[in-house]
């Protein structure tokens, strides 16, 4: 790593030190006082009641899909056991009409499962979008509250003082203020 490559890491560690000697949280007594905030965006969905309700619902449906490839996969082994046993009673160009449809049904139910696959991934990109979308009010009162100029993801931090990640805190706002969100409109994609 060249000079330019440790550049950013020490000139965040300067940043955050300076900020944490800031007066920017004068306005609310026992808060961080740092600038500079961070949060672990992964585990403010997660431990969000919103979070919890999407990933619970994603997750019985994951299942519920599971469950309709076994048994579409015990069909279709079924389907190619009968295929198999009527062979030697067949012509060869029947059997092959008969291995050819069979294949283009199997081909045709696999892309189908596919896109149920996709959806559900898809559904849960969307929930999460309309989460931090939602959030983003919130998330500000925070900044504002502790005097900071920014929130950070952890991850995209070196090294920061434990003081400054707010992501429990931000969960329990946003639980107080969401919920679960089933009464959140999710927003279109623009």
């Known amino acids: 790593m060249g000079r330019r490559g440790l ?5 965040l560690l300067v940043g955050l030190w300076f900020g944490a000697a800031a007066p920017g949280a004068a306005q609310n007594p ?3 006082s740092s600038t500079i905030l961070t949060i672990n965006q992964e585990r403010l969905f997660a431990a969000s009641l919103f979070g919890e309700r999407v990933t619970g619902e994603i997750e019985v449906a994951s299942e ?3 469950a309709e490839n076994r ?3 015990a069909d279709l ?3 190619e056991k009968s295929l198999t046993d009527q062979r030697p009673k067949l012509t060869p160009e029947a059997f092959r009409l008969l291995a050819d449809a069979f294949d283009k049904k199997v081909q045709a139910i696999r892309r189908a499962q596919e896109v149920k ?3 559900l991934g898809r559904r849960l990109e969307e929930e999460r979008a309309a989460y931090f979308k939602l959030i983003v009010p919130i998330l500000g009162e925070l900044m504002n509250e502790h005097g900071a100029t920014a929130i950070l993801d952890r991850r995209a931090i070196f090294i920061s003082s434990d003081g400054v990640d707010i992501t429990d805190e931000a969960v329990r706002r946003i639980d107080a203020t969401l919920g679960d969100g ?4 999710i927003a279109p994609e623009e």
């Open 117 to 119: 696959t996709r959806e």
């Open 182 to 185: 089933v009464a959140q409109p």
């Open 71 to 73: 048994r579409i996969e």
């Open 30 to 32: 026992g808060a961080t």
């Open 64 to 66: 519920t899909l599971i």
């Open 77 to 79: 082994t079924a389907e």
């Open 7 to 11: 550049l950013y890491p020490v000139l």
